[in-house]
């Protein structure tokens, strides 16, 4: 891991002495658990249920990358009850770190608000929105010194949902923020992002089919699909394919009940789609989801 992270900064190093004004455009790590990740893009989604609630995701790797790590925490006040008739508005807050390494991190930090309203019988129509701060920041090293930098970012979303489908769509670091934490230039580029599920209920199991697509202005886009099974409203397995780049299995308990609250936790291992992928190092996620009554 030290060799790793030595040559990972002297090459940036490299970029830094040259004083570029080239520009490197970010995006958001991959989540291969997808189901809970989706209310990360979309600001509009983390309240379907109506329910004060909080989740938190951990990801991590393995081998040489160990010291490789993303995790994200969402948390949302619901501000009318759970069995409102017509409309839910909720407050929350949003944190997200990607950690490279012992030396960089891309920390953001959000306020959310969103508002749902019911349509038509069990159909609900939500409007959401994120505002904060996004950074760049360099721990120093032996052969670099530290620097860092933020910038205004924020999400928009729309969701519809019923007892059996979902549809949402976000615009996703929408000011299209750069940053300048040394002498290079890194830009939170604008992008956009689709989801899509469709549930199936069968006794007391369900079968959830699910794609997301990020689009993304400059390079192949994330596209994603998967299928979640829940069997006797409490065992959770699935699986989500990332095309062309990793696959992702898992495992967990669902809606486990405690006092008048309930929490449901999961478990997955996010494997390259090919030996050839070496960008897809191998990974795992650990996420808590947990709903007051």
């Known amino acids: 891991m030290k060799f790793f992270c030595v040559c990972y900064f002297f090459t940036l190093s490299c970029?830094?002495?040259?004083?570029?004004?080239?520009?490197?455009?970010?995006?958001?790590?991959?989540?291969?658990?997808?189901?809970?990740?989706?209310?990360?893009?979309?600001?509009?989604?983390?309240?379907?249920?109506?329910?004060?609630?909080?989740?938190?995701?951990?990801?991590?790797?393995?081998?040489?990358?160990?010291?490789?790590?993303?995790?994200?925490?969402?948390?949302?006040?619901?501000?009318?009850?759970?069995?409102?008739?017509?409309?839910?508005?909720?407050?929350?807050?949003?944190?997200?770190?990607?950690?490279?390494?012992?030396?960089?991190?891309?920390?953001?930090?959000?306020a959310s608000y969103s508002f749902r309203t019911r349509i038509y019988d069990s159909y609900w129509l939500g409007l959401g929105i994120d505002l904060g701060r996004s950074g760049y920041v360099f721990k120093g090293t032996d052969i670099s010194t530290s620097g860092s930098d933020n910038n205004w970012d924020g999400n928009i979303g729309i969701v519809f949902h019923g007892p059996a489908l979902c549809f949402g769509g976000s615009v996703n670091q929408l000011f299209n923020s750069v940053i300048r934490p040394k002498?290079?230039?890194?830009?939170?580029?604008?992008?956009?992002?689709?989801?899509?599920e469709k549930t199936i209920v069968f006794g007391n199991s369900q079968l959830s089919l699910y794609t997301q697509n990020q689009f993304l202005p400059d390079r192949i886009s994330m596209f994603d699909i998967g299928a979640n099974l829940t069997l006797a409203r409490v065992f959770y397995i699935g699986s989500n394919a990332w095309l062309g780049r990793s696959l992702s299995f898992v495992a967990g308990l669902k809606s486990i009940s405690l006092d008048d609250h309930h929490f449901s936790l999961f478990m997955s291992y996010n494997a390259p789609a090919s030996s050839r992928a070496s960008t897809n190092i191998q990974s795992f996620e650990m996420s808590l989801y947990y709903q007051f009554r």
């Open 183 to 196: 002498d290079l230039n890194f830009r939170w580029a604008r992008f956009y992002s689709l989801y899509a």
């Open 15 to 110: 970029l830094l002495s040259t004083k570029a004004e080239a520009q490197v455009n970010l995006y958001p790590r991959h989540f291969g658990q997808v189901m809970l990740a989706r209310q990360v893009l979309n600001p509009a989604m983390p309240n379907m249920e109506r329910a004060t609630n909080v989740t938190f995701s951990n990801q991590f790797y393995t081998g040489a990358y160990s010291k490789l790590n993303n995790l994200y925490f969402v948390g949302n006040i619901n501000l009318n009850g759970k069995d409102s008739a017509r409309y839910v508005s909720s407050i929350g807050l949003k944190f997200v770190n990607e950690r490279e390494g012992e030396f960089v991190e891309r920390p953001k930090y959000y």
